[in-house]
């Protein structure tokens, strides 16, 4: 069974920073790529980042272009999302998600409990 289990959010003041881990379990991690999503309360779910199966290309949303960093650790089956410069609108849950490459399908239509972020102003 595939899983995602997401953690490392919190409630953090606007300028802070977080660091996000997803372990991933079911499948063979490093063969697939994998996304982080966020959803705020009332919107509808968004793709902020993602890592290739070997980690050499990335992905970002503009809106987190040059504050959130994406890596993974194929040893541990673990994906981080570095999170800086924290801003309201970032407050949302975050989810993991993997797919055969950053514009593929997913293997997986279940999501993960997902971690909160709270950004305050």
């Known amino acids: 069974e595939v899983q995602f289990v997401e953690s490392g959010g919190g409630l953090v003041q606007t300028g802070g920073s977080l660091r996000l881990s997803c372990a991933a379990s079911?499948?063979?991690?490093?063969?697939?790529?994998i996304r982080w999503f966020r959803q705020a309360p009332g919107k509808e779910r968004e793709e902020v980042s993602c890592i290739s199966r070997r980690g050499g290309s990335t992905y970002y949303a503009d809106f987190v272009k040059g504050r959130f960093t994406i890596s993974r650790d194929n040893t541990k089956n673990t994906i981080y999302l570095q999170m800086n410069n924290l801003k309201p609108e970032d407050t949302a849950v975050y989810y993991c998600?993997?797919?055969?490459?950053?514009?593929?399908?997913?293997?997986?239509?279940?999501w993960g409990q997902g971690t909160q972020v709270t950004v305050s102003s």
């Open positions: 998600a993997a797919s055969s490459s950053c514009t593929g399908s997913f293997i997986t239509a279940s």
């Open positions: 079911g499948f063979t991690f490093d063969d697939n790529a």
